[in-house]
């Protein structure tokens, strides 16, 4: 096995318990938040597209809008 699909492998078993202990079971999460959550947890753009079965571009568009309204909400 190569060492890279190992640590590839290690860091979604992470970010998928991660996920499990952080959703309420009664609870679903809209599409931001699910962005947002895996963004949270270290996961690139591509991976999070990958993940959600959503273009790198619409990714890439939620995240601008997170960073601005968390930006907003700081100041």
Known sequence: MDINDSHSTDRLLRVMIALML???KDKALTLRQQIELLNDLGM????IA??????NT???KEL???RKNS???KA
């Open 22 to 24: 952080r959703v309420p």
């Open 44 to 47: 690139r753009p591509a991976e």
């Open 50 to 55: 990958a993940i959600l079965g959503k273009t």
């Open 58 to 60: 619409h990714i890439s």
């Open 64 to 66: 601008t809008g997170i």
């Open 71 to 73: 930006k907003g909400s």
